[in-house]
């Protein structure tokens, strides 16, 4: 953990840079060095700028937010982010706001007015007009210098304040004196052209108001898919076994196909504002020259091209910026609505500076044991009292009138059947329960481990540490304790074995091992363990409750959820929870003689399991294994290497890396999104329409030059004035048409290449190999599905339209600068060339910095994924801070990359402006030395003057659609992940539609791997299991248990052959395959929705047979509620379900399915015995004539199988009836039974032994 942030990182090189340096991007040339045509790593990665700092930042904010919340409520008002972040940003966005504006309004009124100076020079004589054309090329060069100047340093800004520009520009319009000799020759008229630009407005409102509500459904149905698909990537492995992936996918699709209309209707309204950069001041021109000729007026250039040039500057504010403000005001008010509604949520109380949680301060450090303390360490005073405490979650009461003491060296161990409210009581102890009545006092320091474990991504020492000081002595202790250290010597990186997403490199009994040894690292007071023995086998069991739990920790308050009742004679106090409420609560005699139902079934098994000890002798022991720890430890620990033997961290081993591909996006990955949508007929009609509307934007311009100087020069006239006027309406009536057409056309083609990549990627990821997902974290397939997905969604179109417009464009002005004089080609000609050449560098360079920049986004989400996971875990151990910091780690490197990206972009562009300024001086200058008329020398100008912003943001938009295509790219590498082979139905492969009829199952010199570099985790198993026979399959963790399983659902990469009667598995097609065994599996998995979707999502069964299963199987809801049941909502995970009524839907499953193989992960592990009697029951009798695969821990379970197979390394080390095997006392299987105890080994020899007499009644 936080290795990241351990890096040393040079520092940001604009911390260092002077004040020229950082107004010409000077410091960035490093970057661009150093990231030019080769990877940009993460390790080049600089560090980020103080201000950037996510803890600077969030600390700032989150301090800002408590004082806004804190005003709100004291005027019960709702606390409003918006204020927040004015509050917190109000210095940055008014001062650049006020400069911006400044700038604007001198520089864009000012062009205009001495374009009109430009215009008349041609009425003087030369020597006036070279004078006076030279000073007003300068002022215009040095108010084009000042505005690139200023333009990248607060782009922004500057964005937000071309809104206020607009209505600063035509406040200046009415306040100049009307006396102004300017105004009062173009005024009366150019108001008509100004009303008609402005009048747009009120249509631009109308539609950002339908935009934000777009945006706003468009981010639900988002979340929602995200959602979806991270539920569908956690529980992936399973959905492969129940062959869901169609029934998931299609909801998913139909998420998608909602989410994409409304982005489409988004992409028509975007598609309006640039058709209205298109034609809007063209439709003012048109107005204007209307209105000149309705009122008798003679158009002239110096009229209509200064009118002209003023609309230019209102067009850009009214029909670019403007938009792009409501636009982007549209995503800020979602962000900040959806943002707002998760800050209003009631926080958990976990810094409070109350004796359970002093919190902590700035000058905490990693191994400062006051991150974790509750109340000062001192076991002779901690304790526990709850008293008359009640709970409820949403409406419903799920503890009442709870009373319960612990105290120090007394084992407080609570059972219950499932769903009794065992876990709910454990969440009120940490908090994470509140209470509505009842008080809970408690002093000392908790240390908690969860019943399902929680690893993050790191290695194993990482994860028992979880951010502490390494302390040798005790970490040696505790890995002997929590059985861990066969495990390091057999691992290949001991220790340092990384765990991957969710611990996945480990085995189940693993993870809840490297679980439990977090909870006793940490020094507490009080240790409260939920069910952490139901993951592993006997011996391991055994091993942890007499070393770690009566034994290392015995001195403290130890509370205890179990389910292995063999236990019970060992806890000074016995809680027996139901439906919420403490039945009973004593020691175990008391217990045994209370003459409670489940008191009598308690005894019953306890009996039955052959343990019986009075309390005094647990006692004894319990006392006798603390004594003696210490020397046992020392023995055991010394006979284990761990990687280090100094206190400095060892070398460990790398994480696998997401890929990221170099240099600039090739040509195929543009012609892949092209044919994603339709290539190349539909590709074709938008290009043909895009070049018909420039042609026609063009044409307008030319034919209004011709027009007036047809009008100046009356002997050249060819048309009559209302042909011309005839011919101007067809040609903007035709543009108006064609660039509306060409944008719907153009969005459409967008979302249909959108929904394409979406759907090859989500297929090709559902059904590749599963050591894809062992790889590569949810969190680092999330990043592609949802901001890679958004990028192609809205800012890939965006960038795509204006680069193919703007090149449009240019060409255009080009060949409208050609007409008027030849010679501008040749400057033309080099600089296209020069800034080609500069495009082509720029996008090596960005193109990486992108890709860093998305690659680093991963380890965020994977972040917040893992975090959520483990909210009780990490708040019980007081690791917020550790855990923010981490977070804070993995968010500066993505500002940083982030920074880097953004810089080179502002740099790149401010660079381009000031070539464009040169070229465009040049042109300017050129008609002081030559002859023209002044219809031709104001198009010219008025087009000339448009090209330095839209020449640099041409430019930086075709190299941000290249860093765009990024997402496009990392979309189409996972649209050819390698897929399951085999995986859909082929009629000629099919098996019979009976098939298997019996279910004999046989593996022959199998072998099996998870992935193509990884050793053998199965190696010659060979073996026949008899129809009808029930197996029981048993090994130390780790053995090769699960991987049996995964073999027979072809899970991995197989070598051998497994029959199904007499049927070669590895010719069928996986689904057929699949479908035909049900599986139990050792992690019960619910998805989000109604039960009757959890038990039937393809609606294959009858609501009456899917009731009489549930009724079977005494689900008290059935039994209760009817069919009504079926619609109670599960939620995300399963989490309003107890872990064994999770396990009990997922038996209810096997049972509809009705296949001929059943197979028991461990299904039982997490299961109270009288349900767990209760599931034996119903295999015994509903799976009576099928083959039963069991995985077990609890030997009592397996011991009345047919057959028992015990697995040793990845081989079949025994094979045989239970009973058999015992007969050899040096079997594994008789040292797994021996090292029970006595009295549990007596008892499951008794149970083999009434078996094979039953199956041989012969030899009885």
């Not at 940083?896 to 562009?909: E, H, K, L, P, V």
């Not at 019996?998 to 022959?1004: A, L, Q």
Request: aromatic letters at 10%; one cysteine or more; hydrophobic letters at 45%.
């Amino acid at each position: 953990m936080r290795q990241a942030s351990l890096i040393r990182r040079p520092k940001n090189p604009q911390a260092n840079s002077n004040f020229l340096s950082k107004l010409t991007f000077w410091y960035t040339l490093k970057i661009f060095y150093n990231a030019r045509g080769k990877e940009y790593d993460e390790d080049n990665l600089t560090q980020p700028l103080k201000e950037h700092e996510s803890s600077v930042l969030g600390r700032k904010l989150a301090t800002l937010w408590a004082e806004e919340k804190e005003k709100a409520y004291k005027k019960n008002q709702l606390p409003q982010l918006r204020i927040v972040l004015f509050r917190c940003f109000k210095w940055q966005i008014l001062i650049y706001t006020v400069i911006a504006t400044i700038l604007e309004i001198i520089v864009k009124i000012s062009l205009p007015l001495f374009l009109k100076l430009v215009l008349r020079y041609y009425s003087m004589d030369n020597q006036q007009k070279l004078d006076s054309g030279l000073i007003e090329e300068k002022y215009s060069y040095f108010m084009r210098i000042l505005f690139i100047y200023t333009e990248p340093q607060g782009t922004i800004i500057a964005e937000e304040a071309a809104v206020f520009t607009l209505g600063l520009i035509f406040s200046n319009w009415l306040t100049v004196s009307f006396s102004h000799p300017f105004l009062m020759g173009v005024m009366h008229l150019g108001i008509y052209g100004i009303l008609a630009l402005v009048l747009v407005m009120p249509l631009e409102i109308w539609l950002s108001i339908r935009l934000l509500t777009l945006r706003y459904l468009a981010a639900l149905k988002t979340d929602e898919r995200v959602k979806e698909m991270s539920e569908l990537l956690e529980a992936i492995q399973v959905i492969k076994m129940y062959t869901w992936e169609n029934v998931l996918m299609d909801i998913i699709y139909k998420n998608r196909v909602i989410e994409v209309k409304y982005n489409q209707q988004m992409g028509y309204i975007k598609g309006i504002f640039m058709s209205f950069i298109i034609f809007s001041f063209r439709f003012s021109i048109f107005t204007i020259s209307v209105a000149y000729i309705l009122m008798g007026e003679q158009i002239t250039a110096e009229k209509i091209f200064v009118v002209t040039s003023f609309l230019l500057i209102l067009r850009q504010s009214v029909c670019v910026f403007f938009p792009n403000a409501l636009a982007l005001g549209a995503e800020l008010q979602v962000s900040i609505i959806r943002i707002e509604e998760f800050l209003r949520t009631p926080e958990a109380a976990v810094g409070d500076p109350s004796p359970l949680n002093p919190g902590f301060s700035e000058e905490d450090t990693l191994g400062d044991d006051r991150l974790f303390r509750r109340a000062p360490s001192n076991s002779e005073r901690s304790f526990l009292k709850i008293t008359n405490a009640s709970a409820k979650v949403d409406k419903e009461i799920v503890l009442k009138d709870i009373t319960l003491e612990a105290n120090p060296g007394a084992l407080t161990v609570i059972i219950g059947p499932v769903g009794s409210g065992k876990s709910c009581l454990l969440h009120l102890i940490l908090g994470e329960l509140p209470t509505f009545e009842g008080d809970i006092d408690m002093e000392g320091i908790i240390s908690y481990a969860s019943q399902e474990p929680w690893l993050f991504p790191g290695s194993i020492r990482q994860n028992i540490l979880l951010g502490r000081e390494f302390k040798r002595k005790r970490y040696e202790e505790v890995c002997f304790v929590c059985a861990l250290n066969t495990d390091f010597s057999l691992l290949p990186h001991g220790d340092q074995t990384l765990v991957g997403e969710k611990g996945s490199a480990l085995s189940g009994g693993q993870r809840a091992r490297v679980n439990l040894a977090r909870a006793i690292y940490k020094e507490a007071d009080i240790y409260i363990l939920d069910d952490p023995l139901s993951a592993v086998d006997t011996n391991v069991g055994k091993h942890l409750f007499d070393e770690c739990i009566t034994g290392y920790i015995s001195e403290k308050i130890v509370i205890l959820v179990t389910h292995q009742l063999q236990y019970l004679d060992s806890a000074d106090q016995i809680v027996l929870m139901k439906d919420g409420v403490i039945e009973a609560l004593g020691d175990y005699e008391q217990l045994k003689d209370s003459g409670l139902v489940f008191s009598v079934f308690l005894t019953e098994q306890l009996l039955e399991s052959g343990r019986k000890m009075d309390k005094s002798a647990a006692k004894e022991r319990r006392a006798s294994a603390y004594k003696a720890f210490a020397e046992i430890s020392n023995r055991s620990v010394a006979s284990v290497t761990f990687i280090d033997r100094d206190n400095q961290q060892p070398a460990q081993p790398k994480q696998v890396k997401e890929y990221r591909s170099e240099g600039k996006v090739d040509f195929s990955v543009y012609k892949q999104y092209f044919k994603s949508s339709g290539f190349p007929l539909v590709v074709t009609v938008m290009l043909t329409l895009f070049v018909l509307t420039q042609l026609l934007a063009s044409g307008a311009d030319l034919f209004i030059a011709k027009w007036i100087s047809m009008e100046e020069h009356g002997s050249d006239k060819i048309l009559s004035r209302n042909a011309c006027m005839i011919i101007y309406t067809a040609i903007i009536l035709a543009c108006i048409i064609a660039a509306l057409g060409r944008s719907f056309y153009f969005f459409n083609l967008c979302m249909a290449a959108s929904i394409n990549l979406h759907d090859d990627m989500f297929r090709s990821v559902v059904e590749t190999r599963m050591h894809f997902f062992h790889q590569y974290g949810a969190g680092t397939i999330l990043n592609r599905f949802s901001k890679d997905l958004g990028a192609i969604d809205e800012m890939l179109p965006n960038a795509l339209i204006d680069s193919i417009q703007i090149c449009l464009n240019l060409v255009g002005v080009v060949l409208v600068l050609g007409i008027i004089n030849p010679y501008f080609l040749l400057p033309t000609g080099f600089m296209c060339i020069l800034f080609y050449y500069m495009r082509n560098f720029f996008l090596k360079v960005s193109s990486n910095l992108k890709r860093l920049e998305s690659t680093s986004r991963s380890p965020v989400f994977a972040h917040i994924n893992s975090t959520f996971q483990g909210l009780a875990t990490i708040r019980s151990n007081g690791a917020e801070h550790i855990l923010t910091m981490e977070f804070d780690s993995h968010q500066d490197i993505h500002s940083s990359a982030w920074f880097m990206y953004i810089a080179t972009s502002r740099a790149f562009g401010y660079w381009l402006d000031s070539i464009c300024i040169i070229y465009i001086t040049l042109i300017a200058y050129s008609f002081m030395f030559s002859y023209g008329q002044n219809d031709n020398v104001g198009l010219a100008i008025t087009q000339v003057l448009n090209l330095t912003g839209m020449i640099q943001w041409g430019i930086r938009q075709s190299a941000e659609l290249g860093n765009q295509m990024v997402s496009v790219e990392r979309i189409i590498e996972y649209t050819k992940l390698e897929p399951e082979p085999n995986l859909r139905s082929d009629p000629a492969q099919q098996p019979p539609p009976d098939w298997p009829t019996s279910g004999t199952v046989e593996f022959s010199h199998a072998y099996m791997k998870y992935g193509p570099q990884d050793a053998h985790v199965l190696r010659d198993v060979s073996f026949i299991i008899q129809d009808k026979e029930k197996v029981g399959i048993v090994g130390r963790t780790g053995a090769g248990k699960s991987s049996l399983i995964a073999a027979m659902f072809r899970l991995a990469y197989f070598f051998g052959e497994v029959r199904i009667d007499n049927l070669d598995i590895g010719r069928l097609c996986l689904h057929d395959l699949r479908r035909k065994i049900s599986i139990i599996p050792q992690v019960p998995v619910l998805f989000s929705g109604t039960l009757l979707y959890n038990l039937d999502p393809f609606g294959e069964f009858d609501i009456d047979f899917i009731m009489e299963v549930l009724i079977g199987l005494e689900n008290k809801e059935a039994l209760i509620y009817g069919t009504s049941c079926l619609q109670h909502i599960i939620v995300e995970g399963g989490a309003n379900v107890s872990v064994g009524e999770r396990q009990i839907i997922c038996l209810a499953r096997a049972l509809l399915r009705n296949n001929k193989i059943i197979i028991m992960d461990e299904a039982t592990a997490n299961i109270d015995a009288q349900t767990d009697k209760f599931i034996q029951s119903i295999i015994r009798t509903k799976f009576a004539n099928c083959t039963v695969l069991t995985v077990a821990h609890r030997l009592h379970t397996i011991m009345d199988s047919d057959k028992v197979l015990v697995m040793d390394a990845g081989q079949m080390a025994e094979f045989d009836h239970p009973y058999i095997l015992l007969q050899d006392s040096s079997s594994l299987f008789s040292k797994m039974v021996e090292k029970t105890g006595e009295q549990m080994a007596d008892s499951l020899k008794s149970i083999a032994k009434k078996t094979y007499e039953k199956l041989n009644p012969d030899i009885s």
